[in-house]
């Protein structure tokens, strides 16, 4: 029988950029990290001069709002983790520990192909352990207003359908459905990019967001049109970077998930949500190793105590 092992990085790796909301620059390092370490941010430069372990769980999630963030900003926290968690999870790495030097992840050019990228150049070193995964074994839903999000069985590894339904022709109504792997994220998501309206921009400075914002790193929309000169990569680009942040976002369960994710206009919030919602409920998942036999799983107990304790 052969099982798929976890996966680190071949040697450590270096990102340089700014964060799209603070406007800080930040250095971040990708380090190899041990047989289930999973992923680990190490926030450095704190003015307590002490550095903080910050494990990317969904339990140390401290705010959702236009990005995801995990610890506190009293003793140290970082946000805009989305797009690198989304690279590491779409490339099926599961363990690192990520340096980082500042409060925000570099956006880059607003996407996940610079993280993607890195991670290339590190190159994957296969591990002598077998991968765990959560398999959702009932549907679990949240809803506020006409916004959902939902995670179903599903029994060929991990599909997302994400629609959204924005008010203006610019987006509209778009939908982007995908079985998450390493080749389908690099094809139809890794370059997709985050995108903002030109009306909201004063508000969300005022807010202090987007301040490190600007169209070499966002999709700027107009009132009917977008700024950015190139224009989108995908005409469904909009849809597609919502997918890339659940990936991201999702993959803060702790290991991969087994199961169909579907949101109508979700976000982040709706995201962890759900995440929320799935691991309030030891009957709505279990940890199991995926095999490559036909008969499917070799289940580690059906409720994972060990693996559920450090999600209550």
Known sequence: MALKSQTTLARRVE???????????????L??????????????GLPSGIDRLIPARHTLVSATELC???????????STIEHLLAALAGLSIDNVLVEIDGPEVPIMDGSAEAFVDAIDNAGV?????????????????????????????????FRLEVEIDFDTKVIGRQKTSIDLDPQSFRKELARARTFGFMCDVEKL????????????NTVALGDDAVVNP??????????????????????????????????????????????????????AY????????????????????AFAAQND
């Open 286 to 305: 279990a940890v199991v190793e995926e095999s490559r036999r036909e008969t499917g799983h070799a289940e580690i107990g059906v409720r994972a105590a």
């Open 31 to 44: 380090h190899p990290a041990e047989i289930n370490a999973g992923i680990v941010f190490l926030r450095t």
């Open 68 to 78: 995801t963030i995990i610890g506190e900003t009293s003793t140290g926290s970082v």
């Open 205 to 216: 400075w005022q807010a202090g967001f987007a301040l490190g914002a600007s169209l070499e």
């Open 230 to 283: 190139e224009g989108t990569r995908w005409p469904d680009e909009f849809s597609r970077h919502k997918t890339l942040d659940a990936v991201g976002d999702l993959a803060l369960a702790g290991a991969p998930l087994q199961g169909l994710y579907r949101s109508y206009c979700g976000g982040h919030r709706m995201n962890f949500a759900v995440l929320e919602a799935l691991f309030s409920d030891r009957t």
């Open 125 to 157: 070193r296969t591990q002598a352990a077998t991968r765990r995964y959560i398999k959702v074994l009932k549907t679990v839903r949240v809803q506020q207003g006409r916004a959902y999000a939902e995670l179903h069985p599903y029994s060929r590894g």
């Open 15 to 29: 990102v340089t950029g700014i964060g799209v909301h603070s406007g800080k620059p930040a250095t971040i390092v």
